[in-house]
């Protein structure tokens, strides 16, 4: 156990240690090191790096290259989207930047967002003109788009 003295202005004046060590305390450097240890991944399981080795420190999509003062900013993007898939060969990887990475996912979502309700709306012609059936008669738009040409070429 330590034991502090202090002095009048709140400084520390002695520093005396009494008797040996509680059992269960240990030195600070050992305890920081146990919990690095414990922090790093099995061999085997850091896919980052396997995938960085296979296929090199370069981007998939947009072929920027890396070094080792930026290599912090490629990613591993897996193609089937399944994070716990790593075949050792590497074959549901691709090394992608930041950048180009986020793209990847925003494109799925919206892929997601326009492949629910409401995107057959978004791809329909639409006309004031119906042919048979009730069908938008895209012969009566294509007419329409002749006549705006030929104005337009007047001009």
Known sequence: MARMSFGKKGTRVRTTTTGSKPAGERPIVDVV???????QKPPGQDYRERSLAIHGLICARC???????NRHLLTVH????????NPPDGSNWENLCVY???????RELLGDYYGGQGSKEKHLVH????GG???????????KLKEALEKKRKK
Not at 80 to 85: A, L, Q, R, V, Y
Not at 127 to 130: G, I, L, V, Y
């Open 33 to 39: 090191r146990e919990m690095k240890e414990g922090m």
């Open 100 to 106: 180009c990475h986020e793209d990847a996912h925003s």
């Open 63 to 69: 072929a920027r290259e890396f070094d080792a003062s």
């Open 133 to 143: 059936e009730g069908n938008p008669g895209l012969a009566s738009l294509a007419d």
């Open 127 to 130: 006309s004031s003109a119906t």
């Open 78 to 85: 897996h193609k089937d989207g399944n994070h716990h898939n």
